[in-house]
Structure formats: structure tokens, C-alpha cells
């Protein structure tokens, strides 16, 4: 290991020239090429200086030992940001973008001990009772009737015209949304993914959740809000307004990026683009390659040291952000030799330990199942761009396609586009440069529902 001297001046071309010894995980360089950031910080040991975004400092794991010592041991390493030092002393900017992502919320993700425990048993408990044989034939109509809204084109783009769309829509069955409030729901959520008017869409989904809690309070029914709100834990309102966000964020954002980056190696890479795109193993080991070397939450997991310690030899101060890299970690070089033999689900991408995400399980059978319908249903779909020219959504926590360009041989539908996605036809659509604007999607819900009726 290298001596502390031997950290003051970062090699040439290290993004850590630009901000002092820092990291930065927000610029241009970044999004195109987090893998080759990685490894020059490695310099620094299992964890680095990084900064999330001008102004917000925190460390970042690299190490795959180091990241699992950290995600299994809750007692040292807390979740609950009340305890960053840098926000509680006014050190952190108020408008940052990232704080979003960051800032305490009462849900399971940030908190501790018994109060984590009592949250986490009531969406764990709920995510039980769900029938899976249900989801996967709910996901094959939302995907069939995304389809159905481009196919007559001949092109879409395969991020915003289906893979930010199918979670969107799941979930609004898995909470029992009715038509007005899933609109709204999906409104407020894309706004919030494409960064646009963040306070009021912020606030226009803590509305429609709040509504929706109200709703089923009065007429439960056969769905996970129900089936929160009765818990033996019994939420209070604002609790249950705020899992039923975090499990909004935490299902859709990390879905339409496993599908999209899958997408892209089937419809782009040699050992998956020469074979039948029908066949499940190849989608299945498609998303298997996407988790283990693009994780579509690729450095999150923010854990707050409870006093100073130290991580192989490196001091973590008390209070201080430490932020788990999954990709990084995934390919750690010392994991290199063996990732071959040990287990597909070894890799990082669903985080570990106590925090671990609950809901894999659906999200992959939502991933799979989505991805098959597509690729069924346009058997001769391929990328619609040379594969060089796509481009990845700045940030520092995600790994996410800004487009997806596709081409194939139109087929016309006997059902009548949405009103959600006419209001889009006649426009170019796949266009890095595209207005967000025109993906608010402010009928996706309700023209589902309707499409299903015909």
C-alpha cells in the first residue's frame, strides 16, 4: 500500500486535479467512463475522496472486502444522515442536486436499529404476499401495450418510450393506483428522473401518495398499500407516505436502467446479438453482465461512521459520508481470478447486509419479462445508431442510458395509440438532445387501462 506522501499529486489526467485531492463523480468524464475512474482511484487505497457535487464531499468504497465490512457491520457504520457532520454545520449547499438522494427521510433506507427493523419487516412482510404468477402477466401487458404505442414507427427509443415506462406502470398495479392518481403518480416521478421543476414534482408525488394512503384507508383492496397500512406495524400516514415513496424511487430508477443497459449488449454485443433474442438464458445472462459491470445504482448506500475508524488502514472520520461503489467493487482486481467460479449472484449491484434490497427478486422477473416481450414481439429490432454514439445520464449514483435509438420493421396495430403517447407522435424520438418536457407521460396510467379494456 501506498504511503500517504504518495497521495498528494494524482496522476495526469485524474479528474482529482480539478478539485483539489477530490475526486468529482458529477462531470462529463465520469458518466462516459466510470470504469477507467475507478481504477485511477485506486491509487487511494479501498476508499477515495470524491465529490458528489460542488460543494458535497464524501468517501467512496472501491474495495469489494472493504464495502462488505461496511454494509454487514450496522453498528459501526450508520444509515441515518442526521448524523452528517458537514449538513448539521451549514458546510453543505441547501440547492445541491444530490440531497435530494441524501437528506433524512422516515423510511427504512434511513434508519437504524429497531426503527429500521419495524419498517423494513412491513415492506419485506407485504412484498411476501405478492403473486409473482400476477406480475409476470401484468409486466407482459404493460410491455405489449408500449409496444403496441411505437410499432406502427418503425423506430422508438427504447429508454424513454419503454424501459422508464414499464416499472412506472407496474407499480401503479402493485399499489392499486387508479387511473387519475397513477397519472399524476407518473407525472411527478418522471419529472424527478429527467431533473425537471424537482420541488414542485417532489411535491405533487407526496400529494397523490398522500391521497392514495386516504383511499385505501377507506376501501382496502388486494394491493401493497393495503397490505402496508394493515401491517401489525401500523404505519401512521406520513410513514406510509414516505415507504411507499422510497419504494417508488427504489424500484423504478434501478429497473428502466437494467432493462435499457441490457438492451443495449443484446441488441449490441457479439455474444448476444449472434444469438435467438427470444431466448431467456440470453436475457437472463445480459442482465447478469449489466449487475456485475454497469449496476444501474452504481454508488449509493451512504453510511455514516458512528465514531472515527479506521477501513484497511484508512481513517473514516465520525459523521462523514461514506458512499458504497457497487460497480467498483464489483470489479475489484483482486476479484478478477475467481469471478468466473463464484456465484452470478456474488456481485454488489443489490447492495448487502441489513440494508439489502428486498425486492430483487420482482425486479429481475420485471426485467426479464419486459425485455423477452420486446425483443418477442420486434424479432428484428437492433440499434438504431452506431453503438458508440450513446451517451449515459450524468450523476454520480446511477448508470443509466440518456437514449436508446432502435429500428425495425413497422407493424401496425389493430388498437389505437394512447392518448399519453400520441400527443408524442410526429416528433423525432431517441435524440440524446431531446426536450424531457415531452415525456411527462400525463396519461400513461389511465391509457393503459383503457388499452387493456378494448
Not at 435530494?100 to 429500521?116: C, E, K, Q, V
Request: glycine residues 6%; aromatic residues 8%; charged residues 20%.
Amino acid at each position: 500500500m501506498q504511503s500517504n506522501s504518495e497521495f498528494q499529486t494524482p496522476p495526469p489526467g485524474c479528474p482529482a486535479h480539478a478539485d483539489g485531492m477530490r475526486t468529482s463523480l458529477h462531470g462529463a468524464e465520469f458518466a462516459a467512463a466510470p470504469h477507467a475512474v475507478y481504477d485511477r482511484m485506486r491509487q487511494y487505497g479501498p476508499t477515495a475522496p470524491v465529490e458528489l457535487a460542488p460543494g458535497v464531499e464524501a468517501d467512496l468504497v472501491t474495495d469489494y472486502g472493504a464495502a462488505l465490512q461496511i454494509l454487514q457491520n450496522p453498528d459501526m457504520f450508520a444509515r441515518d444522515p442526521r448524523r452528517w457532520r458537514a449538513l448539521n454545520e451549514g458546510r453543505v449547499p441547501m440547492d445541491s442536486p444530490v440531497l435530494p438522494m441524501l437528506m433524512y427521510r422516515p423510511n427504512a433506507m434511513f434508519s437504524d436499529g429497531a426503527t429500521h427493523l419495524r419498517l423494513r419487516q412491513v415492506v419485506t412482510d407485504s412484498l411476501a404476499k405478492v403473486d409473482m404468477h400476477r406480475v409476470s402477466r401484468h409486466v407482459d401487458r404493460v410491455a405489449a401495450y408500449l409496444v403496441d404505442q411505437f410499432s406502427i414507427r418503425g423506430k422508438a427509443d427504447l429508454i424513454s418510450d419503454f424501459a422508464q415506462v414499464v416499472p412506472l406502470l407496474v407499480f401503479n398495479d402493485l399499489f392499486g393506483c387508479p387511473a387519475e392518481l397513477g397519472d399524476r403518480l407518473i407525472v411527478a416521478i418522471s419529472s424527478l428522473f429527467d431533473g425537471i421543476d424537482v420541488e414542485r414534482a417532489n411535491e405533487e408525488m407526496a400529494g397523490a401518495l398522500f391521497e392514495l394512503v386516504a383511499l385505501k384507508r377507506a376501501l382496502p383492496e388486494d394491493d401493497m398499500t393495503s397490505w402496508m397500512m394493515q401491517h401489525p406495524a401500523q404505519l401512521s400516514d406520513e410513514e406510509m407516505v414516505h415507504q411507499l415513496a422510497l419504494l417508488i424511487g427504489a424500484g423504478t430508477e434501478p429497473v428502466q436502467n437494467i432493462i435499457g443497459s441490457s438492451l443495449r449488449l443484446l441488441l449490441s454485443e457479439e455474444q448476444f446479438a449472434d444469438g435467438q433474442h427470444g431466448a431467456g438464458v440470453l436475457v437472463e445472462d445480459a442482465i447478469n453482465e449489466v449487475l456485475w459491470n454497469s449496476p444501474p445504482i452504481s454508488n449509493y448506500a451512504t453510511h455514516y461512521p458512528v465514531r472515527d475508524v479506521e477501513v484497511s488502514g484508512h481513517k473514516l472520520p465520525a459523521g462523514s459520508p461514506v458512499l458504497i461503489s457497487f460497480a467498483a467493487a464489483n470489479a475489484d482486481p483482486s476479484l478478477s481470478a475467481t469471478r468466473q467460479t463464484i456465484s452470478k449472484r456474488a456481485h454488489l449491484a443489490w447492495g448487502a447486509g441489513p440494508h439489502a434490497c428486498p425486492a430483487k427478486d420482482p425486479a429481475l422477473l420485471i426485467s426479464v419479462r419486459a425485455i423477452e416481450k420486446l425483443l418477442n414481439t420486434l424479432p428484428d429490432i437492433e440499434l438504431g445508431v452506431p453503438l458508440d454514439s450513446l451517451t449515459w445520464r450524468p450523476g454520480p449514483f446511477h448508470r443509466a442510458l440518456n437514449a436508446l435509438p432502435a429500428r425495425f420493421t413497422p407493424v401496425r396495430s389493430d388498437r389505437r395509440p394512447s392518448a399519453a403517447y400520441a400527443a408524442q407522435d410526429g416528433a423525432e424520438s431517441g435524440g440524446p438532445g431531446q426536450d424531457p418536457s415531452r415525456r411527462k407521460r400525463s396519461g400513461w396510467w389511465s391509457g393503459f387501462l383503457n388499452w387493456w379494456k378494448v
